[in-house]
Structure formats: structure tokens, C-alpha cells
């Protein structure tokens, strides 16, 4: 089996009883799904593809009952993507507004495959944001998350044209739909 196809396969078992927190409750991988379609359609490289179907795995993925670790990664998938599910990885046990932080100076210096996945991941959360809010989210915490995504994603740009263009399709978006219901 290639890269990708083990790569979404441990994805879709690790994340298998995981919903969105979104109104509709949707399954979790349908947000890995739409991560890694976007990859394809930015043609990026087989690694990155495969780490974008695991970018959450670190942070919220379970293996019988185990939390899955950058070492089962690695194993699995080679340093490579490991490396990429790395960067791009936050540390949980890190205060979230200093992680939120860390992601926006971090972007700029992280290698392209990680720019690429981390932009992929938040217009992957926008869109999700604008077709299903989060339940318990007021307006002001989804204008405050659009912000942040924007922010974060100035420091990933220029790598994929198509990513950029997606993101400031969906920021432009949330933004009229963010008026709209405000």
C-alpha cells in the first residue's frame, strides 16, 4: 500500500469515533479529508499529502487506547512525515493562547511542506466554521478564530499559489458570512 493510502487508512482508525464541534457533529475525518484534498489540488509532495492526513494525530489521536506519538509516526511512516506532523503539531500541554502564539511566529520558519499543511488545515477550519459553528462558540470567538487564522496564515503563504488563493477565498467568505450573522 503507497504512503498515502496507510497514511489515511491509520488516520480514519485513529480518529474512527471523533466528531467536528460543529453543530452537525460531523466525523472527524471528513476535516482530514478536505486537508489532504487540498494538498492534492496544491500538488504536494507524497510526504506532505501523508502528513496532512495526520496532522492531528500527536494532538488528538488514539491507538488501542494509547495516545499516538511522534516515535509510532516515525515508524510507520518514516522520519519524513513524522517530521512534517511535528512542526505542525501543538504541544497540548502548552496554555492555548501561548500556543496559539507559537503558531503564528512559528509559521514563517517552518519548512514549505509544513506551511502548506498548516494552511491547508485552516481553510480546512473556516470552512468548517461558516458550514457547521461550533456549538458554544459566540460571534465574537469565531470573528477572534478568523483573526488568528489570518494571522497564522501570513507566515504560510507563497509556498502553493492554490492554497493561498483557497485561503483568502474562504477568509472572504467567512468574513461576509461572519457580517451577515453578527
Not at 471523533?18 to 489532504?36: M, N, S
Not at 503564528?104 to 466554521?129: E, F, Q
Amino acid at each position: 500500500m503507497d504512503l498515502i493510502a496507510r497514511a489515511e487508512a491509520f488516520a480514519r482508525e485513529v480518529h474512527a469515533r471523533q466528531t467536528r464541534k460543529g453543530e452537525a457533529a460531523e466525523p472527524y475525518i471528513t476535516h482530514l479529508e478536505d486537508v489532504a484534498a487540498l494538498l492534492v489540488a496544491a500538488a504536494a509532495p507524497v510526504e506532505t499529502i501523508a502528513a496532512g492526513w495526520l496532522h492531528d494525530t500527536i494532538e488528538d489521536g488514539h491507538e488501542h487506547g494509547h495516545p499516538v506519538t511522534l516515535h509510532d509516526l516515525a515508524e510507520r511512516f518514516g522520519w519524513p512525515v513524522a517530521a512534517i506532523v511535528a512542526e505542525v503539531s501543538d504541544e497540548k500541554a502548552i496554555p492555548k493562547a501561548l500556543r496559539k502564539d507559537l503558531q503564528i511566529r512559528h509559521a514563517p520558519r517552518a519548512s514549505a511542506a509544513a506551511r502548506m499543511v498548516k494552511l491547508a488545515d485552516k481553510i480546512s477550519n473556516l470552512r468548517a466554521i461558516i458550514a457547521s459553528p461550533p456549538v458554544g462558540w459566540e460571534h465574537g470567538r469565531k470573528v477572534e478564530y478568523f483573526g488568528w487564522a489570518a494571522r497564522v496564515a501570513v507566515g504560510c503563504r507563497g509556498v502553493a499559489p492554490v492554497l493561498d488563493e483557497a485561503f483568502d477565498r474562504a477568509y472572504r467568505e467567512g468574513l461576509r458570512w461572519l457580517a451577515e450573522t453578527a
